[in-house]
């Protein structure tokens, strides 16, 4: 059994509990009195051209398989208001609980808390969670398309739509990208971290980022250790980054991600020029 099948096993586990206590017609009632959702592939730039500007997801992230426990982190509503007056175009909350020890209330704390779009961060492999993340305020949900065959991730896509809410579909292949393209995901990442052994390869995102349809907001995810791997991204197309570890660890997260935006403009001013535009 690989990680990713093993994180699922238990995501299933747990969602069967939540599935008990709160049936999918309630849920649906409180996703129906939930705000409307935010335009997260609007605060992405994606209808920007050309996009000059990097964003950065801020991401509220306690854990991970690969590190282990990164932050104790008290009060989320509190981390998150420091992404958002930092620059943070959305902010993703880890909801995982066993490997990654996140929960929907601190996805409910940083909703109440910020005024930017949100991403609920999970192993989405049922319509139920697409409904719970709307009910919990979520503007944004994560589709992985290793974990989906391309029925359910063409019908994720499609009820994320629905409900007002865009999907960060994220690929570690070019097989994956072109089907998530085909599924007419609008906002693509590029996980360079291999799900089987769980190693990062930051050479990977160049290979792969150019395979993404035009018309897609690029997303680099994994891997963000400092400034220089935010410019390596940004000059190989990336128009967002998705950072946790280096913004749970440090002291001043709104620093630092204002630091990652100026940067990344000026490696992306750079590739603009290089190719003419």
Known sequence: MSVLDDIIAGVREDMAQRQQEQPLEKVQERAAQAAPALDAYAALGGNDTPRSMLRVISEVKRSSPSKGALADIADPA??????EQGGAAVISVLTEERRFK???ADLDA???????PVLRKDF????????????HGADLVLLIVAALDDEELRSFLDLTHELGMNALVEAHTAEEI????????RIIGVNV????????????????????PAGAVVVAESGVR????????????????????????HNDPAGTIAEFMQIG????ADRLQSSGR
Do not use: C, M
């Open 110 to 116: 940083v909703r109440a808390a910020v005024g930017i």
């Open 124 to 135: 989405t492999v049922d319509p139920y969670q697409i409904w719970e993340a709307r009910a």
């Open 226 to 249: 400092d400034a220089a791997d935010v410019a390596h991204y940004a000059a190989h197309g990336a128009n967002a980054v998705l950072v946790g570890e280096a913004l749970v660890k």
């Open 265 to 268: 403009a000026g490696a992306i």
């Open 178 to 185: 072109q089907r998530a393209g085909a599924a007419g995901a």
């Open 102 to 104: 996140g929960s929907l």
């Open 193 to 212: 971290r291999n799900l089987k052994t769980l190693d990062v390869d930051r050479s990977v995102f160049a290979s792969l980022s150019e395979s993404i």
């Open 78 to 83: 509190d981390l998150a208001r420091s992404y």
